[in-house]
Nanobody, 126 residues
Framework: QVQLVESGGGLVQAGGSLRLSCAASGRTFSGYVMAWFRQAPGKEREFVAA????????FYADSVKGRFTISRDNAKNVVYLQMNSLKPEDTAVYYC???????????????????WGQGTQVTVSS
């Protein structure tokens, strides 16, 4: 059984930073692309960032480019999302997702991923 467990969320003031972690377990994730999505109240789940197995390919939403950085440690089966210069509009539940391979057509869509975590709340106060 595949499990993705997010951690690191919390309450932070605008301009602050947080680092989210997603620990994967239950199978080998060799070759898997990992991603972060977020969902604010009353809104659809939206893509934030994704990273290929090697880390050689990264993808970002325009709204977070230059502020957020996705990275991974394959030895530990962990993916990170470093979030800097946070804004109130970044407030959401952040979800980790995994897919067996990179598909650039769907990498920014929820349908591109087979496994999902339960989410971690990020709240940015103004």
């Amino acid at each position: 059984q595949v499990q993705l467990v997010e951690s690191g969320g919390g309450l932070v003031q605008a301009g602050g930073s947080l680092r989210l972690s997603c620990a994967a377990s239950g199978r080998t994730f060799s070759g898997y692309v990992m991603a972060w999505f977020r969902q604010a109240p009353g809104k659809e789940r939206e893509f934030v960032a994704a990273i290929s197995w090697s880390g050689g390919m990264t993808f970002y939403a325009d709204s977070v480019k230059g502020r957020f950085t996705i990275s991974r440690d394959n030895a530990k089966n962990v993916v990170y999302l470093q979030m800097n210069s946070l804004k109130p509009e970044d407030t959401a539940v952040y979800y980790c997702a995994a897919a067996p391979r990179v598909n650039v057509v769907v990498v920014r869509t929820t349908r591109g991923y087979d496994y999902w975590g339960q989410g971690t709340q990020v709240t940015v106060s103004s």
